[in-house]
C-alpha cells in the first residue's frame, strides 16, 4: 500500500474528489482519503509513475505535500 499527503483538502467534497481522481489512474485500486490527516492510500495492481499520480492530484485542484 502507497501513501501520500495532500494539502488543501477541507471537507468531504475535496476527499471524494482526490479519491475519484486517484481511482481513474490505470493501475491504482482500493483508494483511500483521510480528512484528518490529508493521506491518501492506495494500491498499485501494476506499477504507477508518481508523476502520474501527482498530475491526477493536480487536476483535481489539490496539492502534495513534500
Known amino acids: 500500500m502507497k501513501s501520500i499527503k495532500i494539502a488543501g483538502m477541507s471537507c468531504q467534497h475535496c476527499v471524494m474528489a482526490v ?4 481511482g481513474a489512474v490505470d493501475g491504482i485500486k482500493d483508494v ?3 480528512l484528518e490527516t490529508g493521506i ?3 494500491d498499485e495492481v501494476k506499477p ?3 508523476s502520474v ?3 491526477a492530484i493536480k487536476k483535481a485542484g489539490y496539492d502534495i505535500v513534500g
Open 32 to 34: 483511500r482519503v483521510h
Open 19 to 22: 479519491a475519484k481522481a486517484l
Open 53 to 55: 499520480v501527482a498530475a
Open 48 to 50: 504507477v509513475d508518481a
Open 40 to 42: 491518501a492510500t492506495y
